[in-house]
């Protein structure tokens, strides 16, 4: 599809939007909008084989998750978001790089409720930072295995229970590899399924 070639193609180069130019975030937001427009899938939250799974962040406009790289000594990694339709589970997962055998993670976990055909009221309800050697992290899924298991972690580990810890987001776009949704502070996430 030449909407989507093209979206990936402005993409690149902008470390998932840590150092996209004025211009570069004008031309992916008119490939987002192009692309939203060809949306093959209206309803994604009754597609939950395509929306199942671990998805690793393209890009994103996102100050909470792009500020993540403004930790002193540590460079922001790969980022994922993986849902788990079942359980009405969402995880997001920041790996920080840095100082050998010091990197970084910083992990929410959260329960997502449809209230559309595409939007999902989301619950933030457990947070995680800490380093990735004494966490034990080896992927996103053995991660999201041990939270699910009730594991404690050696790392800042504490449940959410804030009723303003909460947000929306609208999936605007779905296929079997890659996604665009728009959260409600204005922020758009564009995700290809790892």
């Not at 692309?35 to 996102?62: H, I, V």
């Not at 229970?161 to 409600?184: A, F, M, P, V």
């Amino acid at each position: 599809m030449i909407g989507k070639s093209r979206l990936i193609d402005v993409i690149a180069g902008t470390n998932r939007g840590l150092v996209a130019t004025e211009a570069q975030k004008q031309a992916i937001l008119a490939a987002i909008a192009n692309l939203e427009d060809l949306n093959p899938t209206p309803r994604p939250l009754e597609a939950s084989n395509l929306l199942e799974g671990n998805w690793r962040l393209l890009y994103t406009t996102s100050k909470a998750l792009l500020n993540l790289d403004n930790i002193p000594l540590y460079k922001l990694g790969q980022i994922y978001q993986c849902i788990r339709v079942e359980s009405a589970s969402v995880y997001n997962i920041a790996e920080i790089y840095g100082l050998p055998s010091l990197e970084g993670l910083v992990s929410v976990a959260a329960k997502f409720e449809p209230v559309s055909d595409r939007r999902v009221q989301v619950k933030f309800k457990r947070f995680i930072i800490g380093l990735q050697r004494l966490i034990g992290y080896q992927s996103p899924g053995n991660l999201i295995q041990q939270i699910e298991s009730g594991q404690k972690f050696t790392a800042l580990d504490f449940p959410i229970k804030k009723e303003e810890q909460q947000g929306w987001l609208d999936i605007t776009y779905l296929d079997d590899d890659l996604r665009i949704g728009r959260g409600n502070e204005g922020s758009v996430f564009v995700l290809s399924k790892s």
